[in-house]
Nanobody
């Protein structure tokens, strides 16, 4: 059974930092494409991951590039999203997802599109106050 549990969401001030964690069981983080998605208040979840990590590297949405960093700890099977320089437009429910059919190596590229991911965790709310 695959399970993804997201933790770390809270309220921070603009310019502050926050780290989200996605703890996975049933899928190895070093053997899958992993992504972070967000859903802003009153909107649908975005179709493209804001951050993605696979064996061959990472990729980011332009809106978070240079501010957010995705990483993983293969020992404890956790993916992280370090969020720095948070802006008032960043608040959203953030969820993590796994594409277990790809690893980002051996010809299986990772993609940021949501329909590529087959396992999802629940969201955690990030709020930014100005």
């Amino acid at each position: 059974q695959v399970r993804l549990v997201v933790t770390g969401g809270r309220s921070v001030q603009a310019g502050g930092s926050l780290r989200l964690s996605c703890t996975i069981s049933g899928v190895r983080v070093d053997n899958a494409c992993m992504g972070w998605f967000r859903q802003a208040p009153g909107k649908e979840r975005e179709e493209f991951a804001i951050a993605m990590i696979g064996i061959d590297g990472t990729d980011y949405d332009e809106s978070v590039k240079g501010r957010f960093t995705v990483s993983r700890d293969d020992v404890v099977n956790v993916m992280y999203l370090q969020m720095n320089s948070l802006k008032p437009e960043d608040p959203a429910k953030h969820s993590c997802a796994a594409d277990s059919s790809r690893t980002g190596s051996d010809g299986t590229s990772c993609y940021r599109r949501d329909f590529m991911y087959d396992f999802w965790g629940q969201g955690t709310q990030v709020t930014v106050s100005s």
